[in-house]
């Protein structure tokens, strides 16, 4: 999925305004102006179009883990340079404190239907023999089905 793409449905999601946005930012130390929230929102083919690169898109859900669950004492977790979907999912998965349980309810949500040691699977090391890589429609199912938790029972 693209990066651009899961920051606009995370705001949707939680209804976060461009202040909101910011301050998700500023939480994991990356200060960010309105203007450049407004280029990554827009649409591909605006002129105006920023994309949002791997590095920033793991500052912001940093960030939103700290909204979420509050700052950890000590050192805080770096940004990762290189995303992929595992990555996201995880970051997902502990900012809003699920386990598989609820994960799984998440997806029953959008009728996708997935086994909890398929499941776990996306959690694991890379090195891992059972390790699956997390394809862009799960995510994508899992947002939607945040979409009709979080948004859409309002």
Known sequence: MDNNDILRRVRYIFDFSDSQMMELFALADNEVNRAQISNWLKKDDDPYYKGLLDYELATFLNGFIIHKRGKK?????????????????????????????????????VDLRISKTELSAFFRNPNQKQYRPCKDQFLRNFLQGLQLKYRDSK
Not at 73 to 101: S, Y
């Open 73 to 109: 004492e000590g050192p805080q977790p770096a940004p990762e340079k290189k995303l992929n979907n595992n990555i996201v999912f995880r970051k997902f998965k502990i900012a809003l404190n699920f386990k598989d349980e609820d994960i799984l309810e998440i997806f029953n949500l």
